[in-house]
Antibody, heavy 116, light 108 residues
Framework: EVQLLESGGTLVQPGGSLRLSCAAS????????MTWVRQAPGQGLEWVSV????????YYADSVKGRFTISRDNSKNTLYLQLNSLRAEDTAAYYC?????????WGQGTLLTVSS | EIVLTQSPGTLSLSPGERATLSCRAS???????FAWYQQKPGQAPRLLIY???RRATGIPDRFSGSGSGTDFTLTISRLEPEDFAVYYC?????????FGPGTKVDFK
């Protein structure tokens, strides 16, 4: 059974940093691209970033480019998102998802609140 | 960036009725990389349809997708009580991957 479990969400002050993690199980992690999607309270889905299975290729939404870094450790079956220079508008639930035919499996999300 | 527009914003229907949801793209999309998701309150999104018309694992056949180019449709043939939710279209072939703003299907 495919499982994705995010962690790391918390309350952070504007300008702060944080790393989110997504632990994967039930599939060959290194064979799949992985992605982060976020959802601000009461709002729609916003794609954040994607990373290839090997980790060699990454892409970002313009809203996070230069501030967020996606990475993965295939030996630990874990996906990461490093978030720097956080802003109030980064407040959201952050979901990791497996990218295959669509985003076919999702975690339950981790909540980040950016506020002073 | 490919912008996706969904209509209507809200669809008020009764169980047993047919739901037709539309998604329009600002430029042509490779159909291989077009999907629909369902999201219920407090839950993660769930993949319904990928490649325009292919149902994801475990999705009942009352859900169907169609379309090409810039115009796509999700049809729910007969609404079940568990189908009342928000539905998002998405393109994932060209970065930045984008979602539509969503269509809420609620009880009439």
């Amino acid at each position: 059974e495919v499982q994705l479990l995010e962690s790391g969400g918390t309350l952070v002050q504007p300008g702060g940093s944080l790393r989110l993690s997504c632990a994967a199980s039930g599939f060959t992690f290194s064979s799949y691209a992985m992605t982060w999607v976020r959802q601000a309270p009461g709002q729609g889905l916003e794609w954040v970033s994607v990373i290839s299975g090997s980790g060699d290729s990454t892409y970002y939404a313009d809203s996070v480019k230069g501030r967020f870094t996606i990475s993965r450790d295939n030996s630990k079956n874990t996906l990461y998102l490093q978030l720097n220079s956080l802003r109030a508008e980064d407040t959201a639930a952050y979901y990791c998802a497996r990218k295959y035919s669509g985003f076919d499996y999702w975690g339950q999300g981790t909540l980040l609140t950016v506020s002073s | 960036e490919i912008v996706l527009t969904q209509s209507p914003g809200t669809l008020s229907l009764s169980p047993g009725e047919r739901a037709t949801l539309s998604c329009r793209a600002s430029q042509n999309i490779n159909s291989i990389y077009f999907a629909w998701y369902q999201q219920k309150p407090g839950q993660a999104p769930r993949l319904l349809i990928y490649g325009v018309s292919r149902r994801a694992t475990g999705i009942p056949d009352r859900f169907s997708g169609s379309g090409s180019g810039t115009d796509f449709t999700l049809t729910i043939s007969r609404l079940e009580p568990e189908d009342f939710a928000v539905y998002y279209c998405q393109q994932y072939g060209s970065s930045p991957f984008t979602f539509g703003p969503g269509t809420k299907v609620d009880f009439k």
